[in-house]
């Protein structure tokens, strides 16, 4: 029984000798991995619209000038007085 133990346990320290040997080659180095794309660049904001100018007010219209006036009509002239009557001449 303690020999077949023996070339029991011989067998796997053979085994994982060769194998641990075997793993530890280094292997061929593997091909480098393509460059990754750049990303595009991002496209520039478009401006706001520019805002109209506010119309101006109209003007207020100018007053209309006050009238003059009418002037008085000028007086009649007066009518000049009768001359009185002479008097009767005295009796003698």
């Known amino acids: 029984m303690k020999t077949k133990s023996l070339m029991l346990s011989v067998a796997m ?4 000798t060769v ?4 793993r530890g080659r ?6 480098t991995g393509a460059d990754g794309r750049s ?10 619209a520019q ?3 506010g119309k101006k007010g109209a003007e207020g219209s100018t007053g209309t000038t006050g009238r003059s ?6 007086g009649a002239a ?5 001359e009185g009557q002479k008097g009767a001449p005295a009796r003698p």
């Open 69 to 74: 006036g009418a002037e008085g009509a000028a």
């Open 13 to 16: 320290f053979s085994l994982l």
């Open 26 to 31: 280094d292997g061929a180095a593997g091909a």
């Open 39 to 48: 990303g595009s660049a991002g496209s520039t904001g478009a401006e706001g």
């Open 19 to 22: 194998g641990c040997d075997m």
């Open 51 to 53: 805002g109209m100018e």
């Open 78 to 82: 007066g009518a000049t007085g009768a």
